[in-house]
């Protein structure tokens, strides 16, 4: 089998978009003269990969870093290292495709291309051999894949309590909320963070785990001091409280708490996580497998992270991760975005893709009997968005 052709196609959203309070710590709201410190990571495109071979399998990839970015990266520099390929070979072409690019990628958004493209080899992997792709991984290692819910964006007490109440009725047995005051409010917003977890806690009881977003919002100083402040509240985990390059600074703040750190959703490819894990930086890994160098790089993450007792909770959920985390005994559960109306980016892949699981009573299923990614591009309902290729 041979690969005769890439295409690329950027989906952006010209639709309405929903505005609410979503306010957060992110990693510029520590800066002076900032007016909407949230604006730097909304993404209303997406790239969708698609690669032919001679054979009429198509493979599908996506990737939401960067979109615009990605899809000149594939088009510039690594379509025409694949065309010709045969797609079987994903480890050769992974490695051919990294290494050609290691003077200006290792990281960021060439990686999300490679990450892309990995995706869509295996899918015409699986497509060829007629099994699933979390078949060809490793297999079913669990029953169905347990999910807890990604949302809670309101800082409004009320809103929140009302939304937590909802998801646990929909029977969702973990959630995630965000720090909605950033490092900037000082001692005053750091109290309203810990109310906001407070809050959610009191809703739902003790028996639904609860998980704690910071979005690379805080400094070490601020991060210990929520840290002790959370201790209470029993928290699954608090994620990405500080920059990723801070590796140094996440392996000292474990030394001052019981509470679980997750981070990895801004790392890449194996050399990355593999300087977490002599660190002892972090106690989850939540890559995203269409950043963090596709299936070829994320099986080889889940090995090592399970090796030193990591979990894997990828970021996202959307089917590429949702292959790893069925396939993976390093990974407990996934995490769900829920079907909404477009907010902040994270929810647009539903409208773009068919084949997506949905959860029902907080877990989900994949089907031993699709092949493949088990995905196709959606064809009706795309008047919103402007495709360009
Ligand atoms: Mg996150």
């Known amino acids: ?17 929903k505005t609410t309070d979503t306010v957060f710590a992110t990693p510029v709201s520590l800066l002076p003269f900032q ?7 909304r993404f209303f495109s997406w790239l969708v990969v698609e690669i032919e071979t001679d054979e009429g399998y198509v493979g599908i990839g996506n990737a939401g870093l960067c979109p615009d970015v990605t899809k000149l990266i594939i088009d510039s520099k690594l379509k025409s290292l694949l065309i010709g390929e045969n797609p079987m070979n994903t480890e050769y072409l992974y490695e051919k495709m990294y290494r050609s690019s290691v003077a200006y990628g290792r990281k960021g958004a060439v990686i999300a291309a ?6 869509a080899l295996w899918d015409i992997k699986g497509l060829a051999l007629k099994q699933p792709v979390f078949m060809l991984l490793g297999g079913r290692t669990k029953e169905y894949i347990s999910t807890y819910y990604s949302r809670l964006y309101t800082r409004n007490l009320e809103s929140l309590q009302k939304e937590a109440e909802h998801y646990k009725k929909e029977g969702f047995t973990g959630m995630k909320l965000r720090c909605g005051y950033p490092l900037t409010d000082g001692l005053a917003g750091m109290k309203k963070n810990v109310e906001m977890v407070k809050v ?30 959370l201790e209470p509240y029993n928290l699954r985990w608090v994620e990405e409280l500080m920059l990723p390059d801070e590796i140094h600074n ?5 030394q001052y708490t019981d509470i679980p750190l997750s981070g990895g959703e801004h790392e890449y490819t194996r050399f990355g996580f593999y300087d977490l894990l002599k660190a002892d930086a972090l106690d989850i890994f939540q890559f995203d497998t269409n950043r963090v160098g596709g299936f070829t790089e994320a099986q080889k993450i889940c090995t090592m992270a399970h090796l030193h007792g990591v979990e894997v909770i990828p970021h996202g959920g959307q089917m590429h991760n949702l292959h790893v985390v069925m396939s993976s005994f390093a990974s407990p559960m996934a995490e769900y975005f829920p079907q909404t109306e ?12 068919d084949g997506e699981a949905v959860a029902e009573n907080g877990k989900l299923q994949l089907d031993d009997n699709k092949p493949g990614m088990g995905l196709t591009l959606k064809t009706e309902g795309l008047e919103n968005f402007k495709i360009i290729e």
Request: aromatic share 16%; net charge negative; hydrophobic share 45%.
């Open 200 to 229: 959610v806690r009191e809703t739902v009881g003790d028996d639904v785990e609860i998980m704690l977003e910071a979005y690379m919002g805080f400094n070490f100083p601020y991060a210990k001091q929520l840290l002790k402040e």
């Open 1 to 17: 089998m041979k690969i005769t052709n890439i295409r690329t196609k950027l989906y952006q959203w010209n639709g309405p978009v």
């Open 250 to 254: 996440f392996a000292k703040l474990k």
């Open 342 to 353: 477009i907010e902040v980016g994270n929810e647009m892949f539903w409208y773009i893709f």
């Open 114 to 119: 490679i990450s892309a493209l990995d995706i």
């Open 35 to 41: 007016t909407d410190s949230q604006a730097a990571y």
